[in-house]
C-alpha cells in the first residue's frame, strides 16, 4: 500500500501533563485577548474612517496604571508565600492586592468623571469617545470577575488550604491577574498612541 | 441490559436524563435539540418556498398556524417573509449545524474516540448544553411574539438591527435575538474549551496525535476556530446592543427616517460588517469541518481502505483553519473597499481551494478501487463529497472580486452556500447519525429506509439548488419577497415552481429518516460489537456503554485508525487496540520494531482521579 506512514512518525507519548483546569484557564484567556483584539482592531477601522480628536486623556488612568502594575507584584509575592508556606504572609499579600484591586476600578470610575467634565459621553457622536469607554468597563467586568475569583482563594486561604503542596487554584488566579494587568498596559498603551 | 455497569451511586430520572453529566446523554440532548430546529427552520423554508414557487397561491390554510401573518386576502405578509428567513439561516446555521452537529459528535465521540471516562469537565459539559437549551427557549419565543422575530437576515446588518423602529422585526424580535445568540455564544465556548482541554489532556496511553482519527482532528481544529471567532462576535454584537439601547453610534451615521435626522453620527455600518464576518467565515467552517471528519472516517471504513493522505487531510485542515480567518472580506467586496484590498482578499480566498481540493483529491483516492460496503452512512458521505465539489467550484466564481459585483446577493450565492454549506454539512450530520446510531442507541437503523431516504434527499437537494444558480446569474437578489413584480424574472416562475415542488419532497422525505431514528431506537435490531468493522476504539465498548465508558480498564492504543486491508492480515480490519507483536504477519518493517515500545506503554500508570470508579 502506497501510503505514508503518518501512523508511525512519533512513538508513543503520554498525554499533556498540564492540569486540565489551568489549560481551559488559558484557552479562556485567548478569547479574552480575541474579544478585546476586536475591539482594537474596530478602534482602528473606525480611526482610518474619520480623524481622531486630541483630546486629553483621563489623568486618572496613569494613577489606575501603575496601582494594576503594583498590584501584580503584590500578587506574585503571595504566590512566593504561599510556595514557602508562610501563611500570614499570603493572607496579607492576598488582601493588599483586593484592595488595590478595588482601588483600580475606583480610579477607573474618576477616569470615566473626568471624561464627561470634558464633555465626552458614552452616548455622544464622538465614536473614539465611546469606545475609551467600551475599553474601560469591559476591561473592568473582567477585573471583577477577577476579584471574585481573588476573594475565593483569600477565603481559602483563611481555611489553611493555599500551601506548597495546594497550588493550583493561587496559580490559576496568578495567571489571571497578571493576564488582567497586561491587558490593561496594552489598553492603556493604545489609547495614549491614538489621542 | 447486558452492561449495567459497576458504579453504585444513586441516578435519579433528573440526573440520568435531563441534569446528566455524561457525554454520551449530553450527546443526545444535543441531537434531539438539533432536530427538532431542523424541523422548525425546514418547515420555514416550506413557508417562503411556497410564496415564491407559487404566488397567486392562497395560503389560507396556514392561518392556524401563523395567524395574522397572513393577509385577509390569504397571503403572506412580506414582513413575516423576511422574517421567516431570517430565523430559518439562524436556526439552520447557528442551532442546527453548529450545536446539532458539533455538540453531538464531539460530544459523543471525542471521549469515546480517544479512550477516555468522560469529558474534562462534566459539569461545564452540562452547563454547555443547558445554555444552548435557553438560547433555544428564548429564540424560540421570539417566533411568537407580535411584532415578529428579527427581521434583517441572519447577518443582521445595522442599521435595520440598530434601530429598533426600522421595521417591526427590529423591535423586541431583534433584542430577543441579541439575548439568544449571548446564550448561544456562552454554550460555544463552554463546550469548546472543554472539547479542547480533553482531546490534550485525557487521550488514553498510545493515543499520540498521529494515531488520532480524522474526526477527532476536525472536531479538534473546529473547536479552536470557534474560541477564536466567537469573541469576536461578542464584541460586535455589545457595540450593537450599545447602539441599540443607550444611543451610541458606533455603526450609525446620518440615518433619515420619515425624513427626520437621527441624533446619532460619526460610526460606520461596515464597521459592523467586518466584525461580523470575522466570525462568520470561520462560522462556515466550524460547520463544514465536522462533517468533513465524520465523512474521513466513514469513507475510509467503508471503502475497507487506510484513508488515502492521513497527513495530508490533517495538514489541509490546518491549513483552512488558519486561512478561514484572513478570507472575511470576500464577503464585502462590493461595500466600496478599495479595489487593491479586494484583491488581496481574493487571492487569499482563492488560496483555500487547494486544501479543500487536497480533501476532496483523497476522498476520491480512498474510495477508488475500494471495497466499497454501501451503507447509508456511506452513501450519505459520498453525497457530501459530491455537494462539496459542486457547491466548492462555484465559490471560485464568487471568490473573484469583479465576478462578484454581478452574482453579490443575489440567488447564485443562496446556491452556492447551500450546496457547500448547507447541504454537505447536513449530510454529514445524517451520516454522522446512520453510522453512530449503534452506538448511541445498542441498536441498528434500518437500511432501506436509509437508502430511500438518501435518494430522495440527494435528487431533491440538486432538484432545489441547481435551478437557482440560473436566476442568481440572472441577476435576481435574494430575500425578495416575490419574483413576479418584475418583467425581468417572469420567464422564471416554472422554474421557480419546480424548485418549490422538489423542496416539499425533500422536506417530507426527512419524515422518513425521523419515523427510522424514533422506531429503530425501541424496535431495531441489536447492534453487534462492531457493526461496520471498524478500527476506532468506541467499537471496543460495551453494546450500550455506561457511565465511564469502558467497565474495566480503558484500552491501550498501538496503532492508528486506519489499517484497513492490510495485506498478510487475516481480517480486513485490524483494531486500534490489537498490538504489533500480535500481526507479524502484516507488519512493515518499522512497525516491528515498534513491538519493543509495547511493553513500555503497558507499564505506564493510568491516572484515573476524578471520575468516581
Ligand atoms: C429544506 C431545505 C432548504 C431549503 C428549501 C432552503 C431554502 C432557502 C432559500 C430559498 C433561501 C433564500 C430566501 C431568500 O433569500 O429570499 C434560504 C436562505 C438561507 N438558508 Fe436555506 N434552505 C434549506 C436548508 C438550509 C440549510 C440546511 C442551511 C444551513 C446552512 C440553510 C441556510 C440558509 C441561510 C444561512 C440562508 C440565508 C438567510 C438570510 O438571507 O439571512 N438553509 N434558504
Ligand atoms: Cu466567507
Not at chain 2, 35 to 58: E, V
Amino acid at each position: 500500500m502506497t501510503n505514508e506512514n503518518a501512523h508511525t512518525m512519533t512513538g508513543s507519548k503520554e498525554t499533556l501533563s498540564m492540569h486540565p483546569k489551568k489549560f481551559a484557564l488559558w484557552l479562556f484567556i485567548g478569547t479574552v485577548i480575541m474579544l478585546f483584539g476586536a475591539f482594537t482592531s474596530a478602534f482602528i477601522v473606525m480611526a482610518s474612517e474619520r480623524a481622531i480628536q486630541d483630546i486629553q486623556l483621563p489623568g486618572a488612568l496613569l494613577y489606575s496604571t501603575i496601582t494594576i502594575l503594583i498590584s501584580s507584584a503584590t500578587m506574585q509575592m503571595a504566590y512566593h508565600y504561599a510556595k514557602k508556606d508562610e501563611l500570614s504572609k499570603i493572607k496579607t499579600f492576598l488582601t493588599l492586592t483586593l484592595v488595590l484591586g478595588l482601588v483600580f476600578l475606583g480610579l477607573q470610575y474618576l477616569a470615566w468623571d473626568e471624561l464627561v467634565l470634558n464633555n465626552i459621553y458614552f452616548t455622544s457622536n464622538y465614536v473614539a469617545g465611546s469606545f475609551i469607554y467600551v475599553f474601560t468597563g469591559v476591561h473592568g467586568l473582567h477585573i471583577i470577575s477577577a476579584l471574585i475569583f481573588l476573594a475565593v482563594v483569600l477565603a481559602a486561604s483563611f481555611k489553611m488550604k493555599i500551601h506548597s503542596k495546594s497550588l493550583n487554584q493561587i496559580e490559576m488566579c496568578v495567571t489571571y491577574w497578571h493576564f488582567l494587568g497586561a491587558l490593561w498596559l496594552y489598553l492603556y498603551i493604545f489609547l495614549l498612541l491614538n489621542f | 441490559m447486558d452492561h449495567s455497569h459497576d458504579h453504585e451511586h444513586k441516578e435519579t430520572f433528573i440526573t440520568k436524563y435531563v441534569f446528566s453529566q455524561d457525554h454520551k446523554t449530553i450527546a443526545k440532548q444535543y441531537l434531539i435539540t438539533g432536530i427538532f430546529w431542523a424541523l422548525i427552520g425546514g418547515a420555514m423554508s416550506i413557508i417562503f418556498r411556497l410564496q415564491l414557487g407559487f404566488p397567486d397561491m392562497n395560503l389560507e390554510f396556514l392561518r392556524p398556524i401563523l395567524g395574522g401573518w397572513i393577509t385577509p386576502t390569504g397571503k403572506l405578509d412580506p414582513e413575516f417573509y423576511l422574517a421567516l428567513v431570517t430565523m430559518h439561516g439562524t436556526i439552520m446555521v447557528f442551532f442546527v449545524l453548529t450545536a446539532g452537529l458539533s455538540g453531538t459528535f464531539s460530544n459523543f465521540l471525542i471521549p469515546l474516540q480517544i479512550g477516555a471516562r468522560d469529558m474534562a469537565s462534566g459539569f461545564l459539559n452540562m452547563l454547555s448544553y443547558w445554555f444552548f437549551f435557553l438560547s433555544s427557549v428564548v429564540m424560540f419565543i421570539s417566533i411568537f411574539i407580535p411584532t415578529g422575530p428579527a427581521s434583517g437576515g441572519w447577518v443582521i446588518y445595522p442599521p435595520l438591527s440598530a434601530l429598533p423602529q426600522a421595521m417591526s422585526g427590529s423591535g423586541l424580535g431583534m433584542t430577543l435575538w441579541l439575548v439568544a445568540m449571548v446564550f448561544f455564544i456562552v454554550s460555544i465556548l463552554l463546550g469548546g474549551v472543554n472539547y479542547i482541554t480533553t482531546i490534550i489532556n485525557l487521550r488514553t496511553r498510545g493515543m499520540s496525535f498521529s494515531k488520532l482519527p480524522l474526526t477527532i482532528w476536525s472536531f479538534f481544529l473546529t473547536a479552536i476556530i470557534g474560541l477564536l471567532s466567537f469573541p469576536v462576535l461578542v464584541a460586535a454584537a455589545l457595540l450593537l446592543i450599545f447602539d441599540r439601547t443607550f444611543g451610541t453610534s458606533f455603526y450609525l451615521s446620518e440615518i433619515f427616517i420619515n425624513g427626520e435626522a437621527l441624533p446619532q453620527m460619526g460610526g460606520s455600518p461596515i464597521l459592523f460588517q467586518h466584525l461580523f464576518w470575522f466570525l462568520g467565515h470561520p462560522e462556515v467552517y466550524i460547520v463544514l469541518l465536522p462533517a468533513l471528519g465524520i465523512t474521513s472516517e466513514i469513507i475510509a471504513t467503508n471503502s475497507r481502505k487506510p484513508i488515502f493522505g492521513y497527513k495530508a487531510m490533517i495538514i489541509s485542515m490546518l491549513g483552512i483553519t488558519v486561512l478561514s480567518f484572513i478570507v472575511w472580506a470576500h464577503h464585502m467586496f462590493v461595500t466600496g473597499m478599495n479595489p487593491f484590498l479586494g484583491s488581496i482578499f481574493m487571492l487569499l480566498t482563492l488560496i483555500i481551494a487547494i486544501p479543500s481540493a487536497v480533501k476532496v483529491f483523497n476522498y476520491l483516492t480512498t474510495l477508488w478501487k475500494g471495497n466499497i460496503v454501501f451503507t447509508p452512512a456511506m452513501m450519505f458521505s459520498i453525497g457530501l463529497v459530491s455537494f462539496f465539489i459542486s457547491g466548492g467550484l462555484t465559490g471560485i466564481f464568487l471568490g473573484n472580486s469583479a465576478i462578484d459585483i454581478q452574482l453579490h446577493d443575489t440567488y447564485f450565492v443562496v446556491a452556492h452556500f447551500h450546496l457547500v454549506m448547507g447541504s454537505a454539512s447536513f449530510f454529514g450530520m445524517l451520516a454522522g447519525v446512520y453510522h453512530w446510531f449503534p452506538k448511541m442507541f445498542g441498536r441498528m437503523m434500518d437500511s432501506k429506509l436509509g437508502y430511500i431516504h438518501f435518494w430522495l434527499t440527494f435528487a431533491g437537494v440538486y432538484l432545489v439548488f441547481f435551478p437557482l444558480h440560473y436566476i442568481g446569474i440572472a441577476g435576481f437578489p435574494r430575500r425578495y419577497y416575490s419574483f413576479t413584480n418584475f418583467d425581468a424574472f417572469n420567464m422564471f416562475t416554472d422554474l421557480n415552481s419546480l424548485v418549490s415542488i422538489a423542496a416539499i419532497v425533500t422536506f417530507c422525505a426527512q419524515f422518513i429518516f425521523l419515523f427510522n431514528f424514533f422506531y429503530s431506537m425501541f424496535r431495531g435490531k441489536k447492534a453487534p460489537a462492531n457493526p461496520w468493522r471498524s478500527n476506532t476504539i468506541e467499537w471496543t465498548t460495551p453494546r450500550v456503554p455506561g457511565h465511564g465508558n469502558w467497565p474495566g480498564e480503558i484500552p491501550i492504543v498501538y496503532r492508528w485508525p486506519y489499517d484497513y486491508s492490510k495485506p498478510g492480515a487475516a481480517e480486513d480490519f485490524i483494531l486500534q487496540t490489537v498490538p504489533f507483536s500480535e500481526t507479524k504477519e502484516s507488519n512493515l518493517p518499522h512497525e516491528n520494531e515498534l513491538i519493543a515500545e509495547e511493553e513500555e506503554l503497558k507499564n505506564m500508570k493510568v491516572e484515573e482521579e476524578s471520575h468516581g470508579h
